[in-house]
């Protein structure tokens, strides 16, 4: 049963549908999620009772994402470990991420924070937050 506030999707309009399907795609599934829908503008990836959507929308206004302007500023996901986190950082960079504040990582967060903050080429970041043990 969904507890109330948990959210029940997040939807990603994204400018390149195989790209945001190679680097979100390759993402969600390392941190557990399942390949939920798929139609010709979109797919979703579902953990528990939440799902994300990445869909290349008709609607779309825009063709690029800057996560400076007002909205989304990025989305940040519970990693079990440092070793994780540090496993997802190195093999980024080979589906479409790349490491942000690479002179701070993994602590760009500040010092009792261990996280890895990754962009992809589209301009969304992702921030994946070791689960301290």
Known sequence: MPTTGTPHHIEIWVPDLGRAVLSWGWLLQRLGYTEFQSWP???SWQ????YIVVEQSPDLT???HDRRRPG????AFHVEGRRLVDTLAEQAADHGWS????????HAGGPDHY??????TDGFEVELVAIPR
């Open 41 to 43: 503008a979109g797919r």
């Open 47 to 50: 953990l528990g009772p939440t």
């Open 62 to 64: 825009a063709v690029d």
């Open 72 to 75: 989304l500023n990025h989305l």
């Open 99 to 106: 490491l942000m504040f690479r002179d701070r990582h993994p």
């Open 115 to 120: 996280a890895a903050y990754l962009e992809n």
